[in-house]
T-cell receptor, first 112, second 118 residues
């Protein structure tokens, strides 16, 4: 039972580079979301999806894109990385009607 | 919209001492309340949740939290902590019975780092 899987676990980017953080869940959850965790700020919602083909912005969407072509996958794209995007990123999923989400192990991203 | 305030950024305690991690929230609608725990270098795990019914909820590892609607609080307590409880704890809320695009969004507090010393 893999749950929510995030890859990579660690990444260092140069300013201006692009990359995609991968998130996959094997629980057939409709709802998936991306958060970033910064010291003293808790977790802030970047983007979320309530089902395949449906995405919407969260609290801090600027600089990030998402897509949801399948129920299982919800990749997060950084088009042009900036030092302000240095953070730990968490993907989460939940089943419609359930309360409380399952989180991945996180991706620690450093932009230099 | 909801907001969550965790009143202490760091709480150091000695092993076997009691601890309380404080959480206050604000919301114009009914909410569900959660505590998540993040052990070092790991993801977040759901510790306990309040959805409805009894205002006192418990986790399997001895933590409990009490929903106080009048004080808009959901403080987390444990009567005797262990070294293994060292972690960061996050309080979170979501809108109760939300539908459509607002369904399921969690709003987190800033986190409280609990450090248990021997």
């Amino acid at each position: 039972n893999a749950g929510v899987t995030q890859t990579p676990k660690f990444q260092v980017l140069k300013t201006g580079q692009s990359m995609t953080l991968q998130c996959a869940q094997d629980m057939n959850h409709e709802y998936m979301s991306w958060y970033r965790q910064d010291p003293g700020m808790g977790l802030r919602l970047i983007h979320y999806s309530v089902g395949a083909g449906i995405t919407d912005q969260g609290e801090v969407p600027n600089g990030y894109n998402v897509s949801r072509s399948t129920t299982e996958d919800f990749p997060l794209r950084l088009l042009s990385a900036a030092p302000s995007q240095t953070s730990v990123y968490f993907c989460a999923s939940r089943r419609q009607g359930a309360r409380g989400a399952f989180f991945g192990q996180g991706t620690r991203l450093t932009v230099v | 919209a909801q907001s969550v305030t965790q009143l202490d950024s760091q709480v150091p305690v000695f092993e076997e001492a009691p601890v309380e991690l404080r959480c206050n929230y604000s919301s114009s609608v009914s909410v569900y309340l959660f505590w998540y725990v993040q052990y070092p270098n790991q993801g977040l795990q759901l510790l306990l949740k309040y959805l409805s019914g009894s205002t006192l909820v418990e986790s399997i590892n001895g933590f409990e939290a009490e929903f106080n609607k009048s004080q808009t609080s959901f403080h987390l307590r444990k009567p005797s902590v262990h070294i293994s409880d060292t972690a960061e704890y996050f309080c979170a809320v979501s809108e109760a019975n939300a539908g459509g695009t607002s369904y399921g969004k969690l709003t987190f507090g800033q986190g409280t780092i609990l450090t248990v010393h021997p």
